[in-house]
């Protein structure tokens, strides 16, 4: 079984308004339930500057070598190893999904990635449109 680092945003929006510490417990939880959190360092991240799409977590699998210490603000952490995923919105309910998937599987967590990308979409297109009434509104007058 690989190595991982799960990282999870604890920044205000991530943390404070929507409950990282949950996520966190769950992450816990699900990891010792499959039996890989010997393999898997659970850890926080000051803030990942994707407010707007939280909370994230970001999985990356850990080469072999001697370990390093960092630590990051409003930034994704520096590369420590293999390849990386990042999970935007993440639930409580996702969690076990993104454990059996990525952690113990070794792939990501697709449905999710896929999810977080329609939803995004959907709110990109939102604003576009807001935009868009707003500049109608602006020519009328």
Request: aromatic content about 4%.
């Amino acid at each position: 079984m690989a190595k991982y680092r799960v990282r999870i945003c604890r920044g205000p929006t991530c943390g404070d308004e929507r409950q990282a510490r949950l996520l966190a417990g769950e992450f816990d939880r699900a990891m010792r339930e499959a039996g890989c959190a010997e393999a898997t360092e659970l850890c926080w991240q000051s803030c990942y500057g994707r407010c707007s799409k939280g909370p994230n977590v970001l999985v990356r699998e850990l080469q072999e070598g001697p370990a390093q210490r960092t630590f990051s603000v409003a930034t994704p952490p520096p590369s420590t190893g293999g390849p990386a995923t990042m999970y935007n919105y993440v639930t409580p309910v996702d969690v076990v999904e993104i454990v059996t998937d990525h952690l113990v599987k070794g792939r990501p967590a697709r449905r999710l990635l896929e999810a977080a990308r329609r939803r995004a979409a959907a709110e990109e297109l939102a604003i576009a449109q807001e935009i868009a009434r707003s500049t109608n509104r602006d020519g009328d007058s």
